[in-house]
């Protein structure tokens, strides 16, 4: 098995680091080997932070090779596009369509790259969705992360029961109901869509 690399992209305060936690524990309770790493360092100013899972049966290193990114979960679309020059030809994207405006933007120096965004969605099999707004629906807009993840469960060789038990090992006991049920959201809206 060759190594499934996923990239996870956004900025400080949106669970970069719970979500990293999920896919991991997701993968190493089916029996892979993972690697992971945070980059959240500017997370305290709400700069940009990017985490990366690796699994497989033997992995070396958290970090991914360039070019070599499998999946893309864009939890900010700026961010997720900074990244779009490290995804393989076939990779997948799937991006909230939340925008988070950076400081250049809002004191009108620069503007938001909308088409460039979707340009990056256009060249690559992608989905866009507003996680926020499909998690509110399930009772708690915080569980977004939880609700992509599930988009992307598709691609990655785990089965729906380690992934809920995952979810069990990863969250409190008290929000673990709202997880598995923007999972099971995410992972239908996938389904549903041209994304697979």
Not at 30 to 48: F, H, T
Not at 57 to 81: F, Q, T
């Amino acid at each position: 098995m060759k190594p499934i690399n996923v990239l996870i992209a956004g900025i400080g305060g949106q669970g970069l680091v719970m979500t990293t936690e999920l896919i991991c524990q997701a993968a190493f309770g089916e029996g892979y080997d993972i690697k992971s790493n945070d980059v959240i360092g500017l997370a305290q100013r709400g700069g940009r932070v990017w985490g990366s899972v690796r699994i497989g049966k033997k992995i070396y290193s958290p970090n991914i090779p360039e070019g070599e990114v499998d999946l893309l979960l864009g939890i900010e679309p700026m961010e997720a596009l900074r990244w779009q020059f490290d995804l393989k030809t076939e990779a997948k994207i799937l991006l909230n369509q939340h925008q988070v405006y950076p400081t250049i933007v809002q004191q009108e120096q620069a503007v938001y790259p909308e088409e460039e965004i979707q340009q990056m969605l256009e060249k690559f099999d992608s989905l866009s969705l507003d996680a926020f707004k499909e998690a509110r629906e399930c009772g708690n807009e915080k569980a977004a992360n939880t609700l992509m993840v599930g988009g992307i469960s598709h691609f990655l060789p785990i089965s729906e029961e380690g992934w809920l038990e995952a979810i069990k090992r990863t969250y409190p006991e008290k929000l673990q109901a709202v997880n598995e049920k923007v999972w099971k959201k995410g992972r239908d809206i996938a389904q549903q869509s041209e994304f697979l």
